[in-house]
């Protein structure tokens, strides 16, 4: 029998997205809940990488990343946020957003430091924090609009705050950070000691004309951040796990070193495919538009249900009220849906600690519309 582990994560079960899409599997259901494309990633990006392949870029590639993607990610950051990045000192390559996010907190957190984390929240912030034995400062965002409350981050910050952790557009409430949240936010951190972790992951993925609200925008931000960003969410490539984080040379510094005994470096054909790729601009200012249709067509189909739509401004999800259709938790009433009705959603209580349940769940459009017709005509049944 293996000698007894103590558990450095012992109230941490499987994350909602994998006990989500293994019911979906069991149950035969459309997968609305775990956020990945269900629609091919583009032609010319394979065959970039095939060719990377074919001439040979098969080894190891530099532990910070290949030159030239870091090259052209540097010139995106300043086309699109007017910041000034060195491509050799400010940017790391990594095996997908989440495992920047994680290096991020391993790097700068001590145990005892808090971190303020917004909830609702993606899955993977807040044991990241407790295994680094740091402590997490939950501050809820208010159901329905999702907005941060500022006073009450004023009022939650004391010595021992290391860092704010911030997502927008947002996974799962689909909210976006306004320029007057970053207002607000210069002015709290202004002569502090705290960090910013910004995850960006869905940067490109934002609706109705609103510019997005980098990190990077702003100097006196930028220089106190760890920006994560992945390939995966603007690509339709998830299942690649490649991203990268962007930071101040002094803070990079202290990243690489937990990285490059972790992973060292990332894959190397799809980093050469992508520098070439990124080239064109288009390859990522055309995401957005094209997210955009798939959130109005479901939001179109879904009216034919007694689901009640929230805002999204960004991201690949879009919440849902149930209240005409049961009050079950959001839990029961997710699976049952995968069970009986054969779709599969993410119930938005899943994305805090305790018990809050404001009776929503999460559908991701980003599927062929022959799927989301499909799904929809099963949840037009509830
Ligand atoms: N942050 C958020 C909010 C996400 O939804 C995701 C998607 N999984 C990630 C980070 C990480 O993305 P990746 O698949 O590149 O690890
Ligand atoms: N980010 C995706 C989601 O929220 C899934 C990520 C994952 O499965 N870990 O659905």
Redesign the pocket.
Known sequence: MAPPLLSKLPRVGTTIFTVMSSLATEYGAVNLGQ?FPDFPMSEALVALVNRAMTSGFNQYTHMNGFPALREVLAEKVRSLYGAIVDPDSEITITP????A?YTALTTVLQPGDEVIVFQPC?DSYIPNILVNGAIPVLIDLPFPDYQIDWEEVRRRITPRTRMIML?SPN?PTGAVLRETDMQVLRSLVKDTPILILS?E?YEHLIFDGIPHQSVLRYPDLAERSLACY?F??TYHC?GW?L?YCVSSAALMKEFRKVHQFNCFSCHTPSQVALAEFLADKDSYNTVGVFMQRKRDYFQQLMQQTKFTPLPSYGSYFQLYKYDRISDESDKELSIRITKEYGVACIPVSAFYIGEKDDKVVRFCFAKKEETLEKAVERLAKI
């Open positions: 956020g997908g957003g989440t495992y996010i993606y997502n996974n995850d992951v992945s995966g969410k998830t796990k991203g």
